[in-house]
């Protein structure tokens, strides 16, 4: 099986992998599917468009999670992979507990393993994450979005912002807005250096 997807970002003049082209296993995901119990063992499956990209065999255990599949690089020969990701537990508060994965190269803790060769974290793999290549104004223009689709409303940036939905408290909605409107002065600050002009509008 591949680990990668086909797409990868530029930066920088280099080619960066994000973590969204990989194939990956979400250890909280695993808990609220119900199949982190021991001795449970199944596969994991991965679709996309209807086709399936990816396919691996797990096996809960008291220490990890074993995977078993097979995997080959360069078009070169298949190669069997059995291979545990070990289990690890910090405290949180009320004397409860959280679990983590421990990323067998680097002895980090981590919710997420990443596929390739051998699934790892996500700097191990060298990976960054598809927000991580959004300049300011791209990052403020989804922000402004987000805000905007919690209000109901979808379209332009253009628009004024949104009324005051019906049922939502006049102090949360003022926060919004509040937050909205210092969201669009670094849009409009990250757009204007983009079109290499002032914050007035004049030409460079």
Sequence with gaps: MGGRGSGRSAGFGLLVDKCEDYLSIDLAWMKREGM???????NIRWTRGGNLTGTIGYRVEATGLRLIY???EGGGEWQDVNDVIPFAWTG????????????????RQCRVIYGGSRYRCRKC?????ESQFEDAAGRAASQRHRLRKRLGKVGSLQDPFPQKPKG?????????????????????????????????GSSV
């Design 36 to 42: 982190l119990i021991q001795g449970n063992s199944c």
């Design 70 to 72: 097979r995997t080959r």
């Design 92 to 107: 949180t508060n009320f004397n409860g507990r959280r679990q983590w994965f421990v990323c067998p190269s680097c002895k």
């Design 125 to 129: 793999h060298g990976l960054k994450y």
């Design 168 to 200: 939502m408290h006049r102090k949360t909605y003022d926060r919004l807005a509040a937050r909205d409107h210092k969201l669009e002065v670094r849009w409009v600050a990250g757009m204007a250096a983009w079109l290499k002009l002032d914050t007035q």
